[in-house]
Structures are given as structure tokens and as C-alpha cells.
């Protein structure tokens, strides 16, 4: 079965300089050629899911720009229906992303489109997982928990305080560790904490259920290695699989996903994620 998803968020154009060591307060350094990417949680998301054999619209919205031409590019080379994406007189949303060679990185998303993200309901409810991020505003989040009629999938991220009726719509929360501890650890409903290299834990209505450590790689780029997670973890989820399964999915993907420089470069495909499990097994 190829379940159908929503995402319903973010759309950026992503300016990426790479650094030895990023910036102090006041300090000025100096980087490599700058690079435009797509990205935005939302749509890398959506392309992650995609990749993993969703079948997704993305809702959200861009400017009448080129960066918003990119950013639809991106989405349509890798299946996504954007028929739902509306075209705004803000400028397209830019994050400003510093990657130090390290991997470690500093993101600064804009203001723009992203302010006016709109969707019909009754399409949203056709969705097996609807997924919604924190970088549009909390109103369409609590509309798209609303909407949704199969699996409300939440990746509070860019953390910020969650409103209670927001909490009570959702079944899957998505964060990583800083941002849980943030949320004043959430104990209703399956939540999953991720922590970059190390261990993630799934719970269930505050109980351990699941845990899954990542596949060792070497990182170049580790921006949107969260997002591919959570593309790829609702796909196999909203297919059916369980908790365990869908984990092991996810963080194999995400690990995959940080080979590449630009947060939608190196999302791997279900296919190349199936590859890769066999052969690290084997290794192992
Ligand atoms: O999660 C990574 C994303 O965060 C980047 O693509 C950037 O656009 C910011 O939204």
C-alpha cells in the first residue's frame, strides 16, 4: 500500500555557507561560496516521505520569486503533488544556514510565505498522516489537527510553547532532546525523541517502547537529517509498520541523509535505505 500523507508547513529558500568554526557573538568569519538549496521543514518533509514511497501533497505557500521556483522544482523532481502550494506576494522564506565543518550548524529562518500557509480540510482529510512543523503559524497547526482524520503528526521544531488545545489533537510528537525538555516532557500519546548520533527513544503514553540507535556514518551536512526522519518514519508508520520497524526505517534514512551537502540532497530513496540496512547488518 502507498499511504497517502499531508504536509501542511514550511517552504525555504536555503542559503548555506560552510565554516572551520562557527560564529561567537560579534565575531565575523569568513566561508566558502555560498550555496542556494531547497529547503524548509515543511518541504524537505514532504520530500523525505516521498522518497520513502509516500504519496504526498504538500500544502504551504511561496513567493513570486525564484527562490520559490527552486523550492517547486525541488518538489516536483521528487513526486510531490504541489498543486496545493499557493503563490503569495510575501518573498519566499529564507533560512540563513552556517554549517561548520564539524557538521555542527546555526539556522536563521525569515519571515515571508510561510506566514500565510492556507489548505481546504476536506482534501486534508482524505490524508492516512497529516505532519505539521512549528516554523508556520500555531492557528494552522491547530486547523490541520482538526482536519486530520488518520495520524496528526506533530515535529515541534523550532521549539516554542505548544497551546493546550494544539497537544490535545496530536498522536505522534516528533522532537529531539533539547526540544523535549523544553515541552516539559510530554507524557500523552506516542512521542519520539531523537538526539543526532545517539540513541532514540520511542515512548508510549510516558512508557519506553521502543529504542533505536542510528547507523554510524560519516556526516558532511547533518541540516534536515531530523526532517528525514520524520518523512520517513510516518511513511512506514501510516503503511502499517510498527514503532520498532518504523524507527529502524527512520534512522537509517536520516543517517543516509547527512552524505550530502543541502538538507533535500542526500534523502535517500525506500529502495537505497533497503540496501544500505542490508549491507550495515551484514557489516555488524
Ligand atoms: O530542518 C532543516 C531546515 O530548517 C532547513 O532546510 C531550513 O530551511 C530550516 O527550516
Known amino acids: 500500500m502507498t499511504p497517502r500523507i499531508a504536509v501542511i508547513g514550511s517552504i525555504n529558500a536555503d542559503l548555506v555557507v560552510q565554516m572551520p ?9 569568513t566561508s566558502s561560496e ?11 518533509q514532504a520530500v523525505a516521505a516521498a522518497r520513502m514511497g509516500g ?3 504538500m500544502y504551504g505557500a511561496v513567493g513570486q520569486d525564484s527562490p520559490g521556483e527552486m523550492c517547486l ?16 506576494t510575501s518573498a519566499t522564506s529564507t533560512a540563513l544556514v552556517m554549517v561548520e565543518h564539524s557538521g555542527e550548524n546555526q539556522i536563521v529562518v525569515t519571515d515571508g510565505a510561510n506566514q500565510h500557509v492556507s489548505f481546504d480540510s476536506a482534501a486534508v482529510a482524505l490524508a492516512q498522516a497529516v505532519v505539521v512543523q512549528f516554523e508556520i503559524p ?8 482538526k482536519a486530520s482524520t488518520g495520524i496528526f503528526c506533530v515535529n515541534a521544531a523550532p521549539v516554542r510553547k505548544m497551546s493546550n488545545e494544539l497537544a490535545q489533537l496530536i498522536d505522534v510528537l516528533i522532537v529531539n532532546e ?4 523544553q515541552l516539559g516532557k510530554p507524557e500523552r500519546g506516542l512521542v519520539i525523541v531523537t538526539a543526532g548520533a545517539n540513541e532514540v527513544i520511542a515512548y508510549q503514553d510516558g512508557k519506553i517502547v521502543a529504542k533505536c540507535t542510528p547507523p554510524k556514518v560519516e556526516a558532511i551536512d547533518t541540516v534536515g537529517a531530523g526532517d528525514t526522519f520524520v518523512g520517513a518514519f510516518i511513511v512506514a508508520f501510516a503503511d ?3 514503532i520498532a520497524t518504523s ?38
Request: include cysteine; charge should be positive; hydrophobic fraction near 40%.
Open 21 to 29: 568554526k562557527l560564529p561567537g557573538r560579534g565575531e565575523t568569519v
Open 34 to 44: 555560498p550555496f542556494w538549496f531547497p529547503g524548509g521543514k515543511g518541504a524537505n
Open 55 to 57: 504519496q504526498v501533497t
Open 73 to 88: 522544482a525541488a518538489l516536483q523532481e521528487s513526486n510531490v503533488n504541489v498543486s496545493a502550494i499557493a503563490k503569495v
Open 138 to 145: 500555531e492557528e494552522v497547526l491547530i486547523q490541520a489537527g
Open 178 to 181: 533539547i526540544e523535549f525538555a
Open 240 to 242: 502499517g509498520g510498527d
Open 247 to 284: 524507527l529502524h526505517r527512520a534512522c537509517a534514512a536520516s543517517a543516509l541523509s547527512t552524505l550530502k551537502l543541502g538538507a533535500q540532497s542526500g534523502m535517500p530513496t525506500a529502495a537505497q535505505v533497503d540496501k544500505f540496512l542490508q549491507t550495515y547488518v551484514q557489516k555488524t
